[in-house]
């Protein structure tokens, strides 16, 4: 079955079909998937979807463009959430310096912050970074590489919807212990560069997301997106591989399992 890592169902883009499409998941070879926090608002519902639904799991975290809003009873609220065997990781936290809604330092303050509670917790982190590649790599390795408090942690984090140089990529997994999370993206005509990255990337270092409602695969581009799509991303990476569809499933799901902790 599909793990899908990444979604977001707590959008208001699923309020008129959420339960018949959660329903459906199963019979369509979904899993489980992992409803990833973003706004101050969005937690409340990730927290109800992962108590409604024994297959849906949550992240809990805010947003590069959010970070605004982490009060210190917002921390409190995420301290509390770390308890919660529901709640499986930290994010999405990290770095957007294409929106830029936030100051810089402000967003890297937020985001040491958040990689701080993870740590504490022993739970993964789930990393958002747009246009800020050398300072998102240099903050994962300052809490995370040799000599960090992070070093020796079993369970890392993941680098959602990579989209930067295969030379970085291979940092984040072969040298860090990252994973890569990889959805529509890789369907693109014009992703010549993620397509460099699955292909130089060993498959044990990557897991399947969808971003829904975001980033929906070819011949979806542009509409709403949703996990029942993730056969179109894993068509792609088994061409990109050379390895059957089922291998990519199979491989992933385990990733996603051992990142996790899902059982
Ligand atoms: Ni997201």
Not at 34 to 63: C, M, Q, T
Not at 224 to 249: D, F, M, Q, T
């Amino acid at each position: 079955m599909i793990i899908d890592t990444h979604v977001h169902y707590d959008d208001e883009a699923f309020d008129e079909d959420r339960e018949e499409l959660l329903a459906s998941l199963h019979a369509n070879g979904i899993g489980c998937v992992i409803d990833i926090g973003s706004s101050a608002e969005s937690l409340p519902r990730v927290r109800a979807l992962a108590e409604k639904y024994d297959f849906v799991y949550g992240a809990v975290g805010l947003h590069p463009d959010e970070v605004g809003d982490l009060t210190g009873e917002v921390m409190a609220d995420l301290r509390e959430d770390m308890k919660n065997p529901k709640i499986l990781a930290v994010g999405e936290i990290g770095l957007d310096y294409y929106w830029n809604k936030e100051a810089k330092e402000i967003q890297k303050d937020a985001f040491r912050k958040q990689i701080y509670l993870a740590q504490e917790f022993g739970k993964p982190i789930v990393i958002h970074s747009r246009e800020a590649a050398a300072d998102t790599l240099e903050i994962v390795q300052e809490m995370y590489g040799p000599g960090s408090s992070g070093e020796h942690m079993e369970r890392k984090g993941v680098m959602h919807c990579y989209s930067y140089a295969v030379e970085q990529a291979r940092i984040y997994t072969r040298t860090l212990g990252f994973y890569l999370g990889i959805g529509g993206v890789v369907t693109f005509k014009n992703a010549k560069k993620l397509k460099e990255v699955v292909a130089d990337t060993p498959m044990e270092y990557l897991i399947l997301e969808t971003d829904c409602p975001y980033l929906a695969p070819v011949p979806f581009r542009g509409k709403r997106n949703s996990s029942l799509y993730l056969p179109y991303v894993v068509s792609a990476i088994a061409e990109l591989k050379e390895i059957s569809e089922e291998e990519v499933i199979r491989i992933t799901a385990a990733n996603a399992r051992r990142l996790f902790g899902i059982h």
